[in-house]
Each structure stands twice: as structure tokens, then as C-alpha cells.
């Protein structure tokens, strides 16, 4: 591997300072996604203007103090496997095959299932069964019921509240 930037600095805190911009700096077609994996820090590098079939990779970026300076060499890295993947050779629905039981409470799983408008998004771009797309749609609307999941209603319609004044609301399921 070859390194493709190295920089020597006699202070950590101009590291800090001067690391991102000096990635991107060097990088400026790439947008660099940021991970800290086993004490080195990794970026995973998005060419904007190439193929979107090209590989992604990864830059590690390894620090060594020699003596008073600090040495920091970035070097591309092909991207491990992080995940055990899991046969599913009928292509059935992704919740029931993990056996996945997901309430309102579960906000991680379910703000991926949501646009930026707080629809619930279609089974053909999800690929649920009809039962867990019903299930999915009950649990956001009691998340964002509880104020769990954000609201992202436009600005131009109303919210619930403001069709029914007079009437309390209690955020009970």
C-alpha cells in the first residue's frame, strides 16, 4: 500500500485542527464518511464524478509520535465484511426472516422504514410483507404519537392539534 499523504506536526492540537480539512483538502471530489474502528480512524471515500459500480474504500489513517512531531499517513484500505449476511434465496420479507418483534419504542429501526416528509415508505421500495408494511405503519404513527419520531409534517398543512381545537390530546396507547 501506498501512502498518499503524509504530514508531520509538532502539536496534537494542530492536528486536530488541521486533519479534516487536510483530508478533504486532498480529496475534494470525494465525500468522506468518518469511522473509528479498533483505535484507527477510517474514511470511507464516495468518488462524486466516477461509476456508481466502482468499489468503495477505505482510508486508514494511522498516527505515530516519533520523538516531539507526530506522524499521520493515510493509506487505502478495501473494506472488511462488518455484517453476517443471511440466506434468503425466496426474497421474503427482511423483518420476518431476522424474526425481527419491533415496537414504537424501536425509533433506530423505524426512521429507516420513514421519507423526510414522515410517510411511511412503500413495500416495493422496502421489500416487507403486507403484514409487517400494517405493522410498521402502526408503530410510526404511535412513535411520532409519543413525540419518539419527529413530526415532518410540511409546514403548509395542519398538525392534528390544530384540527381539533378543544380536544386534549393524551399520548396514551
Request: glycine share 4%; charged share 25%; hydrophobic share 35%.
Amino acid at each position: 500500500m501506498r501512502p498518499y499523504h503524509l504530514i508531520k506536526m509538532s502539536s496534537v492540537q494542530a492536528l486536530t485542527r488541521t486533519l479534516t480539512r487536510t483530508l478533504t483538502i486532498f480529496h475534494r471530489s470525494c465525500r468522506l464518511d468518518r469511522k473509528r474502528i479498533w483505535g484507527n480512524f477510517y474514511f470511507k471515500a464516495f468518488s462524486s464524478n466516477l461509476s456508481p459500480f466502482m468499489a468503495e474504500k477505505y482510508r486508514k489513517v494511522n498516527e505515530k509520535a516519533v520523538g516531539d512531531t507526530l506522524e499521520i499517513e493515510a493509506l487505502y484500505e478495501e473494506p472488511g465484511v462488518n455484517y453476517s449476511p443471511i440466506d434468503n434465496p425466496h426474497g421474503a420479507c427482511p423483518i420476518c426472516s431476522r424474526n425481527l418483534h419491533i415496537t414504537y419504542k424501536d425509533v433506530l429501526i423505524l426512521s429507516q422504514f420513514v421519507d423526510k416528509d414522515g410517510n411511511v415508505l412503500s413495500r416495493e421500495l422496502t421489500g416487507v410483507c403486507a403484514k409487517q408494511q400494517l405493522h410498521l405503519r402502526e408503530c410510526v404513527e404511535r412513535a411520532m404519537a409519543a413525540d419518539l419520531l419527529p413530526n415532518h409534517r410540511p409546514s403548509h398543512l395542519p398538525s392534528p392539534q390544530e384540527k381539533e381545537p378543544g380536544k386534549a390530546v393524551f399520548h396514551r396507547f
